[in-house]
């Protein structure tokens, strides 16, 4: 989009509600379910300053490759030229607007578009345009006609860590500055060492908000209280170590759980917070617990890791699942959460086999993560008619945002607001509440 054309976006949509909270701790219903808020996200976050996920390097490994993805509402090719680099360009011909793209993946020498046959190299140059010069002295384009001022719209690439990004915006911070230092040390632990391959996907429509879905992934709170698997068979507790760290300016974060020596007692001495809750079932067994006894292959002692980045890329190991979720909002209402499975070019048979077996804890019907789609669907539900009121995001404090070295708490989720709201360039958040506020 045109410096023009974002200026009348911004000079014809108003939002007529001022942000509860200058700390982010009340966020305003109308974000997830107004159809003007979710056209203003297209242009000033999917099409604004963030490096938006796009895929994997090990996905299109060879030239000719390519896969489609999402930016937005936006379809995007990725695709590896012949001298190895990586491109990025709508899904989108310059003649007439067709989809060219049809295939999720694939490998060819050239896009071209079924409608016209035009056709475009593997940068998403024009080189081909059947009779451009007519036919016996009739027809064609004007003399003015250039090919080169009509190639697919192209995104900025860059890649890190085997991560493809691409971003609409030549202003925007390094990628490396945008991803933040305990990004970057994440994604280094998590993939940096061995050489990643997909050992399978897996695709989930969720009725809800995409924005639901991230407040979901940066709130470990819930987990023990949503998920009975997580306390019960211990995947993550109130009681263990871990906590959250956030970048410079809090929209990515990092939330993490470690085993220790003593976290059997420590789980009980949780007994009396859940007397009343019915999350933890102490006599529950699994039928076949091999999926639990898979050990962890970082010898690290991290038992969780949920790394969250702006706008919708979320990189997770749970015990020795890795998997990369990307969020591509489907309107204000629906979300498609895409998921890929990773094992490692090195893993031995025994390995692939027990990271096969521990997917069963991440996606739709996972042990652990079936519950997140219902509870964002409730919410939408619940939210969608409250206009004029909001949640509030008070576990762990009010007030400045910071790290913690706990899991009770909901400030991350405030971050990933903070960012959001200073991109979409609304009006300066304000105080006006009508509920008492406690001290931090």
Known sequence: MSTTDRRTVETETRVDFVWPAKDFSRVPYEVFSDEKIFEL??????????????????????????????????????????????????????????????????????????????TYNLTGELTGVPFEKGHNGKGGMPPCFEKGDHNLKALRVA??????FGTYDNAVEPL??????????????????????????????????????????????????????????????????????????????????????????????????????GKWQKDL???????????????????????????????????NTYAIRQLRPKGPNAVELHITYLGFEDDTPEQLHNRMLSVNLIGPGGYISLEDGEALRRVQEGVVSRRGEHSVLAMGGIGELRDTDHLIQEISIRGFWKHYHKLMKFPEAGQQQNDKRGAQ
């Open 285 to 319: 067994k699994m039928h076949d617990p091999s999926m639990l006894e898979v050990p962890l292959d970082l010898n690290d002692n991290y038992k969780t890791t949920i790394l969250s980045m702006f706008p919708t890329l979320i990189i997770g190991q749970v015990d």
């Open 41 to 118: 996200e297209l242009d000033r976050i999917f099409r604004g300053p963030v490096w938006n996920y796009l895929g994997l390097e090990c996905e299109i490994p060879n030239w000719g490759d390519y896969q489609t993805t999402w930016v937005g509402n936006i379809q995007v090719v990725v695709t590896r030229a012949k001298d190895g680099s990586i491109h990025a360009f709508e899904n989108s011909c310059a003649h007439r607007g067709a989809r060219i793209v049809d295939n999720v993946r694939g490998n060819t020498k050239r896009h071209t578009c079924p409608y016209h046959l035009w």
């Open 159 to 164: 890649t890190h860590g085997g991560l493809v």
């Open 176 to 277: 490396e500055q945008f991803l933040g230092e305990h990004s970057l040390s994440q994604i280094e632990r998590l993939l940096g060492k061995r050489k990643p391959k997909v050992i399978g996907y897996l695709r989930q429509k969720i009725p809800a908000n995409w924005k639901l879905y991230n407040e979901n992934v940066r709130d470990p709170y819930h987990a023990s209280l949503l998920h009975m698997f997580h306390i019960t068979f211990g995947i993550q507790t109130p009681a263990m170590a871990g906590g959250i760290k956030m970048d410079g300016d809090a929209k990515n974060s990092w939330n993490h759980s470690i085993l220790s020596e003593d976290d059997h007692l420590k789980r009980s001495a949780l007994s009396d917070d859940y007397d009343e809750l």
